[in-house]
T-cell receptor
């Protein structure tokens, strides 16, 4: 019972490089989210998806792109990494329904450093 | 953007003491959740409160939602070293589009319980 799995767990990038973070969930959840967590800032929503083939911007979407080609996978892309994108990235998923009636499950995070 | 202010940011107390963590906002939330996060892990849901004035208990943890649904508190009785962690409050906006929108997180309270 894997839940939400994020790949990779750690990565160091040079400024200007690109990479894709993969999030996979095996709970058949409709909704998926990407957050970033920075010291003293809490978790901030980057992008989210309400279903296969759909995506929407969150609070801090600039510099990131996402895709949800399959229901179980949500990809976060950095086209040209910047030091300001150094952070811990968390993926979450939850079933269709309101926050009050459903539980979100988070992955273990990806620690990304851009030098 | 709806903001959630948590206080205190850091708290270090002795085992057996009681403590309260606060989560405040000027905005109304349809529901509010409390999460606990341990180092290297994603947040894990502790409780969801929905009704103004609602009180929920989880063993030694007591959660309360303010009457106006703008604030919440977490009270821990007889704290144990195992309670150590980062406690996050998160709110679902009152007028959330279909319930799919991501959560707004507070910055968190780092709690250390010393033996």
């Amino acid at each position: 019972n894997a839940g939400v799995t994020q790949t990779p767990k750690f990565r160091v990038l040079k400024t200007g490089q690109s990479m894709t973070l993969l999030c996979a969930q095996d709970m058949n959840h409709e909704y998926m989210y990407w957050y970033r967590q920075d010291p003293g800032m809490g978790l901030r929503l980057i992008h989210y998806s309400v279903g296969e083939g759909t995506t929407a911007k969150g609070e801090v979407p600039d510099g990131y792109n996402v895709s949800r080609l399959k229901k179980q996978n949500f990809l976060l892309g950095l086209e040209s990494a910047a030091p300001s994108q150094t952070s811990v990235y968390f993926c979450a998923s939850r079933p269709q329904g309101t926050v009050a009636n459903t539980e979100a499950f988070f992955g273990q995070g990806t620690r990304l450093t851009v030098v | 953007t709806q903001l959630l202010e948590q206080s205190p940011q850091f708290l270090s107390i002795q085992e057996g003491e009681n403590l309260t963590v606060y989560c405040n906002s000027s905005s109304v939330f349809s529901s509010l959740q409390w999460y606990r996060q341990e180092p290297g892990e994603g947040p894990v849901l502790l409780v969801t409160v929905v009704t103004g004035g609602e009180v929920k208990k989880l063993k030694r943890l007591t959660f309360q939602f303010g009457d106006a649904r703008k604030d919440s508190s977490l009270h821990i009785t007889a704290a144990q070293p195992g309670d150590t962690g980062l406690y996050l409050c998160a709110g679902a906006p009152k007028y959330s589009g279909g319930g799919a929108d991501g959560l707004t997180f507070g910055k968190g309270t780092h709690l250390i319980i010393q033996p």
